[in-house]
């Protein structure tokens, strides 16, 4: 393996330690220091990793020819005045989810990353769970087929937030990983949400996602507050195989059911009592993988390095928070059209950036 | 007790036997007679509930003036006119879901038995369950408060049906249900339904529904052919407590949880601050109530005859039959606009009934 | 395939109408009558299957040529005396478990049939289920490795039996199928019984059995009437992986986990330090394979077929229900002896009659 | 609250940072220093918990008089010469299980403990989580009526220790709960221990332990390190109520069902038929209660600190850690005499000491 690299981790609030004991610890990394306005701050995060430099000064950091990259964990609102300064700067950069505080910053984040040949990734921590990197491998491989639908619950007895609603909350999580293991990326071209506010807390605390897939196919997402028992489960159904990840059960998370629906399609033409002759129900074994035990943000460290040095976007690019992003702000359009389907506009950069 | 009501079965198809049998066996009831214009199939029932008369002739059992009741288990679109010559002939009736196959007919006969001052009971046999029985109970004595949400899973490996979609074969148990145990029934106003059909078998595999309630609470509903695994659960959260009935976990139908999120609103221009310092949440016991061992149609034949008896509408009138139904044509007016959601238009209905 | 086999199930009480259904279903069988000193009852079975000639007289059917076999579903203090005159009129026999009220009478049973060239069968008939057949044939393809431990759990809420304590009530289920599934069958030396009797019923309402198996391997049997909840598990530990019988989780039954200890025994001189370093742990796959849907009995009347058709000892043999009887005995031997181990004396029949 | 005691703990491997993090946290507690022979290793756990004194030094601790109390987390050999030592030198003192490596060792230790009036406790942590003491309080307070069974399920895919077998692993845990939940603790007369060592590991990796308790009651506990699946499960039948405590389901751990069987006893010389006909059966409520969120060894630093105060035996003594001794070690009798019931020689000591 080539030489470490040296990061800075910005911000020592509540994701910053869990990001410089993950870094400190990483083969692929040196943390070079721990850079954050209220220095005592940072200093109680450099001691926990056994000691490391501290700074207030982002602009040293940034001037410093030695730091290959940094690691945004400051609030939402300034990810992209630090992304586009150490962009500028020539610095690799990962910023906490979400990308910006709103999709147009995240674009112009997104775009100035690919003119300089940089590296922006997110953070979608998640994404990097032995289940989820098993469930993606799977899907690339082709084991589940084409998707059918995807069913993502995630309801909880749950904080309700002061700044944002169930949606913004929770959904992240799910529409991320969506985003991770579809073959072509969250690409939805409209959302409908629907919400509840039954205390008149001034904001849903209870939501329902619905986005249409290419192919037919539907991805919809349960997010809740107010549950009293706690679902993380997330159903994706294939032509040849359908996927159960049950997060919650540490003996058997991802369970793989070769059981399912065939439908032979003979031709366009066909009537109605021919469709019908042409199914066939599919009855086979159960099967779940055994998973490694390797905390999510380890795998994360490493592929922030590996994009690095192969020069390739990583697994969970800038691009990718800008599709969650996206999808996010047209649930609130949605929402506030009384659940009317909104769409979602962000085909045009891809096809922009990939020309 | 007063004397036995005296009731004949139209239609020996699939459900027929089994309300011939519970008829049979019920103490309030006289089975005079298994009415199909397939002689044979009528004797076959006749002889599995020991013996009764057959006919082909349905004037016959309507001219005939010892009976009171005739229970029809004939095809949807049979409903409507079977059941207003029965009307007209003075018996009450009792009648497969769905009570009729479009709600304008259904209309006519709910209008009808209104009239005539006669029983109109549609077949919800979900509902006389144990448990959603119990559901029912503790929801009218306000154990669990005011409803927030409903959200009701029923996913199967299923049959894909050659006439309808996953909608209208699945969701009228969901909706029967909640217009059972909800205190003023499932009045709603609108309804938005996502549907797919991913493998292209011309109608909806995968669908959801998502409808407003009063007080700014929401039901959901998720059915779905397609899923490996089975569920069929439903949570009803309350401000009190919340509910969870898990039908296929005999050890634990009904859970009762005594956890939620409590908001005291001091006032309606409290800010936004202050709303976050009122909310607090409870963390109590969960109780599962006992649940007696009744067949569901015993609990029908009872509930039909206390009806009669009693002179008033059955607990699932001919009135929550038709909810149901218009509910389920909203569903496909959604359907058919890409999920924005659907007007439904039934209100007027009770409100020119119960005047 | 042959012409149909005759046969006559005697006992019209509990048991016989399930046996007459499934022979009259079958097609190896012909039900020709049912037989019973009550002919009234023996009536309401041969109605329920659709009519077939009845008899009190067991001494007419065994005097008829044109019988194959019987059947018997009669009290265990009976078998014995029909199983002895019948094997002498040249029948072969099925009997329902137990195979005998005491394990002497057995023997003459099992000896007899043995030199009349007659199949004896025992209606083990949970070890014909898809899942104990599953279990078997995994089993003796050695998919589980030599057999290590093996777990059976059996408790509920059970009646209380007025004539047998829990271990005869429960434990000939766990025993039959040990018995069915293990390559060797039930080959148990000495068994250990501990039972108590805690609320004064006069007889043991929670059980414990313990039998070494040969290579050091154990078997253990927790029947328990007194548990509020109801589970029925059987676990089997092989060197190779180890099953999971989860009876009432229909979602998925049998487990296979291939996760487990292995043990790299250098040589027989090992010391305590190199065993440790030889012990290595297996993380692997789950797999729960797919199981048809078939009535256990209508396995049990193919057997019996199949037995008789190929002069063969049938899977579940009169041996087999010796067995389970000794060991049966056993238990009550330990029981009364504050929990000492009880020998198991029947190694010597086995010997006696296979050489 | 008086002021705080002064504790010095004394091993710093495994537990004793354990246990220097909770008395540090403690309010009851001032943590005076950390006394290992190895001086480094004391080093590093004295700047864990934010730096505090260590010492290699016992005799010095020993003979400081601001220290009240010791914490004894080394080998269990040990155990008694230190405990001896502090004993000797007026310091309450709390050791590790087990209480001593044998029995007359732990005797030896109690005496001097009862006639010093000092505390000794052991350190039956998992005594001390909110499900447990739950459990306590319900049996105290008569909830489950009198014990009936005591059924100890502990099970997973272990590590294979090198010195001792399955049941000195593991069974401490299920006896030391056993007897802390009891009314009248683990009095048992004699236990019953079958293991099997399948694998040729030198020890046993799978075990049963059997003990008849007081009024036909039985207690029995399952250890097994050969096991795929993960179980910790107690099911507790009582005359009122039966409760199972599941410690691996967070959502519910302890449930309590209100189900069982009743049998009244008229009198003692009823007949067979009389006490069949006194059998009658609840299907009641289950209920489940909210358990706190607390770390056991802060309810253990508090219950140290009170018996001390109180001047009354810890709620794990001396005592209860020498019962769970002599059952193992009465185990180990009975495994050697291939499972025949050893006695277990207790009595004598607290009728010596209590009189």
Not at 66 to 79: C, E, G, K, L
Not at 83 to 97: F, R, Y
Not at 126 to 131: M, R
Request: net charge negative; charged share 20%.
């Amino acid at each position: 393996m080539s030489s470490r690299l040296s990061v800075v981790v910005v911000g020592a609030g509540y994701w910053g330690p869990n990001l410089a004991r993950n870094f400190r610890a990483s083969p692929d990394w040196d943390l070079a220091a721990i850079c954050d306005l209220d220095l005592e701050r940072a200093q109680r995060v450099a001691d926990a990793v056994g000691g490391v430099r501290v700074t207030s000064s982002l602009d040293d950091v940034l001037a410093d020819p030695t730091v290959d990259a940094i690691a945004i964990a400051t609030p939402a609102r300034t990810h992209h005045p630090i992304t586009m300064a150490a962009l500028e700067a020539g610095k690799h950069v990962i910023v906490e989810k979400p990308l910006a505080d709103e999709s147009a910053r995240g674009i112009e984040m997104v775009e100035r990353a690919h003119e300089r040949g940089l590296v922006l990734m997110t953070d979608h921590t998640f994404c990097y769970t032995p289940a989820v990197l098993k469930i993606r491998e799977l899907i690339a491989d082709g084991y589940l087929g084409d998707i059918l639908f995807i069913d993502s619950v995630r309801i909880n007895l749950g904080l309700i937030q002061p700044d944002v609603d169930v949606f913004w909350d929770l959904a992240p999580h799910d529409l991320s990983i969506m985003d991770f293991v579809l073959p072509g990326g969250l690409e939805v071209a409209t959302v409908a949400a629907h919400g509840a506010d039954p205390l008149g807390a001034g904001k849903s605390c209870v939501g329902y996602l619905t986005m249409p897939l290419t192919g037919g196919a539907i991805a919809h997402v349960h997010v809740n507050w107010l549950s009293p028992t706690k679902v993380r489960q997330m159903v994706i159904g294939g032509t040849k195989r359908t996927l159960v990840w049950d997060d919650l059960n540490p003996q058997q998370r991802v369970s793989v059911y070769d059981r399912g629906v065939d439908l032979t399609q003979v031709s366009k033409v066909t009537t109605a009592d021919a469709r019908d002759a042409n199914i066939s129900y599919r009855l086979g074994d159960t099967w779940a993988p055994a998973l490694p035990e390797r905390e999510a943000l380890a795998n994360v460290a490493a592929e922030f390095a590996a994009a690095i040095r192969e020069r390739r976007e990583a697994r969970t690019s800038g691009r990718s928070g800008l599709r969650v992003l996206s999808v996010l702000e047209a649930s609130s359009a949605s929402l506030a059209a009384q659940g009317a389907p909104a769409s979602v506009d962000l085909i045009s950069l891809n096809e922009r950036m990939t020309s």
